[in-house]
């Protein structure tokens, strides 16, 4: 039987390769996509989201539901890196720097968002299943998950797993210590790694490990249908901005594909090489390590009892061929 799946998405350019091979592989059940403030402000996100559903010939099929339009605390201090107070007219956090443009390159779309809440729907939809039948994938910052966790005390223990793409034990990118999706809302992601669900973290380390080449790239162009042109043209402008990057400066020009990832560990276990069950928090004391994913693996505490399991390395291969399967076998109209 397929996995029944909830993805929570803050589109962005990974993000909208996330939905397309979600919907596209045709291997899960995909009961409605999330979206969240993230990589852009919610009405974008969400706009991005019903793009890429239509590209991929979805329309009603998949319903898209926006949520959080803030991170739960951190723009409230007028100190934080997150604050709004500059911006005051712009919803959401302040990106550190531009990865994504406002729009991806796909025409605009006639579909439209559902009047339900994200919130409301993921609480309906989880409680009203089978105890722990559904999975989150959540490749965004997790305001959306977290709040529904505080205002469904049950929501938690119901999922049967979250995959969470974020956080980093050797890289970072948002800050010199945190990753984006846990710095754009640390708090929110303090609250689902203490829900107690069973959660698997697919960090930087991971999604480094499992980078997509211009090579790798121009083998999918070859597969010449539509979704090959627009995978091609939303990884090459990550390359484009990664190779302004000064630790990726030496590297061959390639670019993480990091919510993907997530989805494919969900489906392909195997494509994480390295993973460990870990205590992991985040670090919400605002400081410099503000929204730092923190391992204790000092397995003799008592503290440090593992509540998540990390992935350290990934199979780029196989992660490429998956991706590239999907591409190649899609039927266009
Ligand atoms: C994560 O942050 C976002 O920019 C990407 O979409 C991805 O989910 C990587 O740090
Ligand atoms: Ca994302």
């Given at each position: ?54 590209h ?18 951190s ?5 934080s ?31 439209k ?15 009203q299943?089978?105890p ?16 529904a ?8 223990e ?24 846990i ?44 979704y ?106």
């Amino acid at each position: 039987m397929k996995k029944q799946v909830i993805l929570d998405v803050d589109t962005g350019t990974d993000d909208a390769i996330a939905i397309m091979l979600a919907i596209l592989g045709k291997e899960i059940d995909l009961l409605g996509i999330t979206t969240v403030n993230g990589n852009l402000e919610l009405a974008l996100t969400t706009d991005n989201t019903l793009r890429v559903v239509e590209h991929c010939e979805a329309g009603e099929a998949v319903k898209v539901y926006s949520g959080c339009e803030y991170p739960l605390v951190s723009t409230l201090s007028p100190k934080s890196a997150q604050s709004l107070r500059p911006l005051p007219k712009r919803a959401g956090v302040k990106m550190p720097y531009a990865i994504h443009g406002d729009h991806l390159p796909l025409p605009e779309t006639t579909l439209k968002k559902q009047d339900k809440n994200a919130i409301v729907w993921m609480i309906e939809t989880v409680m009203q299943a089978e105890p722990q039948s559904i999975s989150l994938v959540a490749v965004g910052p997790l305001s959306n998950v977290a709040t529904a966790m505080r205002a469904e005390p049950d929501f938690a223990e119901r999922l049967r797993e979250i995959v969470i793409m974020g956080g980093g034990d050797r890289l970072s990118n948002a800050s010199s210590a945190a990753e984006f999706n846990i710095w754009a809302d640390p708090e929110a992601a303090e609250i689902v790694l203490q829900s107690g669900c069973e959660v698997t973290i697919i960090p930087l380390d991971a999604t480094h490990d499992a980078q997509i080449s211009e090579a790798d790239l121009a083998k999918i162009k070859a597969i010449g249908n539509k979704y090959a042109d627009f995978t091609y043209d939303v990884i090459m402008e990550r390359i484009d901005a990664y190779a302004d990057r000064k630790a990726d400066r030496d590297a061959p020009r390639s670019a993480p594909v990091h919510d993907a990832l997530a989805l494919c560990y969900l489906l392909h276990p195997e494509c994480i090489t390295k993973k460990a069950d870990v205590s992991c928090h985040v670090d919400i004391s605002g400081g410099v390590a503000y929204g730092r994913t923190v391992i204790d693996d000092r397995q003799y505490m008592e503290t440090s009892e593992p509540n998540c399991t990390f992935a350290y390395d990934a199979d780029k291969e196989f992660f490429f061929d998956w991706m590239y399967n999907i591409i190649a076998r899609a039927e266009e109209s």
